[in-house]
């Protein structure tokens, strides 16, 4: 068996304050040698996005922890027969999915089926798009976040502040990151740039 024994100090270290946040390839290669660490980022890293399958499907809150559960003991069971890690995100989706079907199923309950513009009932192909492309979205946001998380503080800083700030004031930002103004437009860049990277990784 290969030795990973490069993984051994960021598992160590991933319980201390400013520990970097490790790719999705390696929380499974932590969870495969039994990481109670890596098993813990693992599910704050999807939690989110486990839950909010079911209640886009229509779920209870109850069955929605039902469904969460079932997805973590298939995580336990199952997670050694991902072939690629890179394809988690896409993997737990789609076990999710079917676990929703089935605790739906166990509940022999019908999800009421939305109306259309026109007060009419609408059918259950209309539901199957709309949940394919809410599915979807999910995804995007999902990846967006994980993306985000593995820029360096100070690019999520300067695009925050250019982006989602009150304002673009470059002189409040040059003295925020003690920085010359001049480098914060080539840094913007760079920044955006790393983001797109990691977006693609991601399948984005």
Known sequence: MERRDDLIPKLAEMDRPGAPTLSDAELVRGCLRGSEAAWGQLLGRYQ????????????????????????????????????????????????????????????RREVPLPET??????????????????????????????AWERLDDRCRTILEALFFGPDQDYRRLSKLLDMPIGSIGPTRMRCLARLRRELQRLGM
Not at 74 to 97: G, Q
Not at 118 to 146: C, F, K, S, T, Y
């Open 117 to 146: 513009e026109d007060g009419e009932p609408g059918d259950w192909a209309q539901v199957e798009v709309r949940i394919e492309q809410d599915l979807l979205a999910v995804e995007r946001e999902h990846n967006l976040r994980l």
């Open 48 to 107: 989110r996005l486990i839950y909010s399958i079911p209640v886009r499907m229509g779920l209870t809150p109850d069955e929605c922890s039902d469904v969460f559960q079932g997805v973590c003991s298939i995580l336990l069971e199952k997670l050694e027969t991902l072939r690629d890690p890179k394809m988690l995100s896409s993997w737990i989706m789609t076990t999710t999915r079917r676990e929703a079907l089935r605790v739906r199923r166990v509940g």
